[in-house]
């Protein structure tokens, strides 16, 4: 979505893995066991589980001391369990490969700690969320946000928006705002009269969600723009674009239009060159994830950009709105989205510290943290 800015001009710190400790032979304890016997063996095996555990302490008190961590120090479970399987049978569980440190602003919080202790997600306005993804997303991008929520008691739905994930609709056919967020509305549409949800819509899924609400506002409890395309009446996404003056060359690079009606017609769909997608939308996030979105993602269709959307303060205007800000996002930066805050002013604006423009990815407690926030607002009191 964030590539599509020059079309307006033109159509951790990661740290060294400690050492690993030596294994010490245990060849000579069983030579010493007396032909082999059952005792000798359970004597060698009791030596080399602590010899292990030694090993594994050692290497946890390096960590601390590289990290300057101070208290308890939790290791990861394929450490934790790995004198039980090596009890078993075969090597030891490696280590956890990952070398990203946790920022302060999204600390690793069991999902029972981010809500209040007296909150039952069964007492709230809703206890439904559906989770809209961005261009070129699909609902497979949602994949901590949906476990964390689903452990905290909400039932999630994240929808693959027409051409997208794996909708199996051909991206370049579609024409309208309307035929991409169909699988939103069909979902919306086929809710029982007194059900209502929360509507979480990142980057292109805000236009998407602005959509839904002005056809289905009885049925929107809330709307959360996650750093999405939050706009105002007679407006499109690519009108949202042109708030950002600066042009980025990391933009004009990743672009790739698609003209499947001929070169003489406008591009039917955008890609993102995959070399770029770290710079651009993933510049906080886990390589792991990286590389889920480099074999995942689709092209952006064009039509639904250029559409400028209907909304009525009857019906649009009537559902409660909030805005999440992402810190470090390289797609729709934060100037950009203060200033779609500013012309269409939420009830509540919201920020992710070290946030990119991919949250789930880069942030996932701490968007889940403030998702549980807004759910368990209450409801507006009629005057």
């Not at 961590?69 to 990952?98: I, M, N, T």
């Not at 739905?157 to 169909?182: F, Q, R, W």
């Not at 939050?230 to 980025?248: K, P, R, V």
Request: overall charge positive; proline content about 7%.
């Amino acid at each position: 979505m964030g590539s599509l800015v020059s079309c307006l001009s033109d159509p951790c710190p990661s740290a060294s893995p400690p050492p690993q400790a030596k294994r010490r032979s245990s060849t000579s304890s069983r030579g010493r066991g007396g032909g082999g016997g059952g005792g000798g063996r359970d004597s060698a095996k009791a030596t080399t589980m602590a010899i292990d555990e030694e090993a594994l302490a050692a290497a946890a008190a390096l960590v601390l001391g590289q990290r300057g961590a101070v208290g308890a120090f939790e290791r990861s479970a394929s450490v934790r369990y790995a004198a039980k399987r090596q009890s078993q049978q075969g090597p030891p569980l490696p280590r956890s490969c990952s070398t990203r440190p946790r920022s302060l602003a999204d600390p690793e919080l069991q999902p029972q700690q981010l809500l209040a202790k007296d909150l039952n997600t069964k007492d709230l306005e809703t206890n439904i969320i559906v989770l809209v993804h961005g261009g070129g997303f699909g609902a497979w991008c949602w994949y901590k946000t949906i476990s964390l929520l689903e452990d905290s008691g909400f039932k999630v739905n994240a929808v693959d928006l027409t051409g997208s994930g794996i909708h199996s609709y051909d991206t370049n056919k579609i024409c309208s705002l309307s035929e991409y967020a169909e699988p939103l509305t069909s979902y919306l549409k086929g809710l029982g009269d007194a059900e209502k949800v929360i509507l979480v819509g990142h980057d292109l899924g805000g236009a998407c969600i602005s959509y839904a609400m002005e056809m289905f506002p009885s049925k929107v409890a809330k709307a959360v723009f996650l750093c999405a395309a939050m706009l105002t009446d007679g407006h499109s996404a690519l009108d949202m674009f042109q708030q950002q003056m600066d042009t980025n060359s990391t933009l004009q690079k990743a672009q790739e239009f698609v003209y499947s009606n001929g070169k003489d017609r406008p591009p039917t769909a955008i890609n993102i060159d995959k070399a770029l997608l770290r710079d651009l939308l993933f510049n906080h996030s886990t390589s792991k994830d990286v590389s889920l979105a480099s074999v995942s993602m689709r092209p952006i269709p064009f039509a639904p950009i250029l559409e400028k959307l209907v909304l009525t303060a009857k019906n649009y205007g009537s559902v409660r709105r909030f805005y999440v800000e992402t810190s470090e996002d390289n797609a729709i930066p934060l100037p950009l989205q203060q200033s779609m805050c500013s012309a269409n002013p939420p009830e509540k604006v919201l920020r992710l510290k070290g946030a990119d423009h991919a949250p789930f990815f880069s942030k996932p407690q701490a968007l889940h943290k403030t998702l549980v926030e807004i759910a368990a607002m209450p409801p507006v009191q009629a005057s």
